[in-house]
């Protein structure tokens, strides 16, 4: 009977372990809503990064435009500057010469032209008139108006395309007329509001830009002044599809883009039947605002098809179908699962080879992390190097071209690029400190310090002492770690010159290695945060520097059973103590 009831209860706690209980479900319950969360994350970063790509997209169409423009002005008041060295009044020959030095066709892509508008007043017309036609005996002013004086275009270059522009008086029509003023009065660069030039065959908006320049060669210095002496105006007209056309080729974005000015229709993308890249339903538009010598144009910036070609993504859909499978797979191990239980020792003995291979599964994908982070920082570096070869390319090929604002981007561009790669080598070396086992070989402590000097170029006002020794240690490694700490001291010293000391010492258990320098050394509040990754007490506009090189000693001296300690006041001078097991192979 006693056996019987041992027999039941044990049927029983058969039976109940062969069911499926309130922790199962609630385990496959959190893995669906972790499944649910990490497609949601990656659908978020996937989406933070689309997004950050269009900003920096939309922010450079912005950029390219001001800047062009900018290239633009330095053109008209380098006519301004040509016409103030002339003594006597511009005739059409030097202005032919001149606007032909400047090539327009290759080095101001988008503009229609250059020329001049001079301010005549209603008592010096019939001279005017008479100095033009003495030149050009079908020259002729158009169209009338009821303004009390004259802004007629004199000459224009190249003539042949604005063979309809010369001669023509701004006064005659507001949007012209009222820029060309406010031009006077500022003695600064102006656009007009949308217009469409007489020379546009297909009347399509367009706008001038004058630049004004006065008697004496100098802007007086207030406006009623400026009035009396206004000479005229060097003017550019533009055909804005043109511009566009010339300042941003369709091929090298990824947007589309819309301008207006006060409500007016100035460019569209989409209005260019030519264009197959519109994005109908677009990923992401921005409207940006951009003041533009006395107007401001409206930028409607959308994302097109080719970034959304580009952007496509399956990670957020691959993470939830796999997740999902996963949590499918799960709910089939615990029903089956529970059935085993009904044969407890056969799955005990299968549930040891599964945590087995777990484990091993574990320790494979530990070990294929390490990999991705040293094959991820070693393949960084080929397209660090393209960008960093095309500044180079850009540098020569537009020397002449750019404009000052733009070489220093360049400038900043390489000097980033030169950042990224030090940080990169640095990530790499990082990440080989646990993929390779050094053996000890015989060290010369003051050879080996004399040649990481000569590598890292120190300063002959620096001066450094090692002991003349010969130890047992594993010579790269520790190459490292002494590279690192006296780079350190000589790049973070606040002097021309200073003094840096290796001391050695070694008992039966430990190597000890102690750096000391009289820079002006560390807060002890920031002791421990020095050696985290990626961490610098300087800016690094000041300091060039990944970051990492204490880390890495950090690494290095533990991967060897060691340790790192930092002793400074703060105020003057750092010791940096690196204890070394010693390694009897």
């Avoid at 019987?4 to 109940?16: A, Y």
Wanted: aromatic share 10%; charged share 25%.
């Amino acid at each position: 009977m006693v056996e019987e009831l041992k027999s039941g209860e044990q049927r029983n706690k058969l039976i109940h372990a062969g069911q499926m209980h309130l922790v199962h479900w609630l385990i496959i319950f959190l893995s669906i809503v972790l499944t649910f969360s990490a497609w949601y994350y990656s659908k978020s970063q996937l989406n933070q990064k689309l997004e950050a790509k269009f900003q920096r997209n939309a922010e450079q169409v912005v950029n390219l435009v001001k800047e062009r423009m900018g290239l633009y002005e330095n053109a008209l008041w380098g006519g301004v500057a040509f016409i103030d060295s002339v003594d006597n009044d511009i005739t059409y020959t030097q202005w032919l010469a001149y606007s032909t030095s400047l090539k327009i066709d290759l080095v101001y892509p988008g503009i229609n032209g250059i020329g001049i508008i001079y301010n005549v007043q209603l008592d010096q017309m019939a001279d005017y008139m008479a100095k033009q036609l003495a030149l050009r005996p079908d020259y002729s002013l158009h169209p009338n108006h009821q303004e009390s004086e004259y802004w007629p275009i004199t000459y224009v270059e190249p003539a042949a395309p604005n063979k309809k522009a010369i001669g023509l008086d701004m006064a005659f029509e507001a949007n012209r007329y009222s820029s060309i003023k406010k031009a006077r009065d500022t003695g600064q660069a102006q656009l007009t509001a949308p217009i469409t030039l007489v020379q546009d065959a297909k009347k399509t908006p367009g706008f001038l830009f004058y630049t004004p320049f006065y008697q004496g060669g100098r802007k007086p210095e207030n406006i009623e002044e400026r009035r009396k002496s206004i000479v005229g105006v060097t003017y550019a007209p533009f055909i804005m599809k043109n511009l566009m056309q010339g300042t941003l080729a369709e091929q090298n974005r990824h947007v589309s883009i819309q301008i207006s000015d006060a409500g007016e229709l100035l460019f569209d993308d989409n209005s260019d039947e030519g264009t197959q890249d519109i994005d109908t339903n677009p990923l992401f538009s921005k409207e940006v605002d951009a003041e533009l010598y006395g107007r401001v144009w409206k930028f409607l910036i959308q994302s097109n098809l080719s970034f959304r070609e580009e952007s496509t993504s399956n990670q957020s859909s691959f993470i939830l179908i796999g997740g999902l499978t996963i949590d499918g797979l799960l709910l089939g191990l615990f029903l089956f699962l529970s059935r085993a239980n009904r044969q407890a020792l056969l799955y005990a003995d299968e549930m040891t080879v599964a945590l087995k291979s777990k484990t091993k599964h574990l320790e494979k994908s530990n070990s294929d992390l390490e990999q991705f982070s040293y094959i991820a920082s070693h393949d960084l570096k080929s397209p660090l190097n393209a960008i960093k070869q095309l500044v180079g390319w850009i540098k020569e090929d537009c020397q002449d071209i750019l404009p000052e604002d733009s070489k220093k981007h360049l400038n900043l561009l390489s000097q980033r690029s030169q950042r990224m790669m030090k940080l990169l080598n640095d990530l790499l070396d990082y990440s080989r400190i646990n993929r390779d086992e050094f053996k000890n070989e015989r060290v010369n402590l003051n050879d080996l310090s004399q040649d990481i000097l000569q590598l890292l170029d120190i300063p002959q006002s620096f001066t450094f002492s090692a002991p003349d020794i010969d130890i047992n240690i594993p010579q790269a490694p520790l190459e490292i770690v002494l590279r690192n700490l006296i780079s350190n001291a000589t790049k973070h010293h606040d002097k021309k010159s200073g003094h840096i000391v290796l001391s050695y010492d070694s008992n039966i258990e430990f190597h000890t290695f102690v750096i000391e320098d009289d820079g002006p050394g560390i807060p002890e509040e920031f002791h421990d945060k020095a050696m985290e990754m990626f961490q610098t007490l300087q800016s690094r506009d000041k300091v060039e520097g990944s970051g990492m090189g204490l880390a890495m000693i950090k690494r290095i001296v533990e991967h060897y059973q060691g340790s790192i300690a930092i002793d400074s006041d703060g105020e003057r001078g750092t010791r940096v103590t690196i204890k070394w097991r010693l390694n009897t192979q």
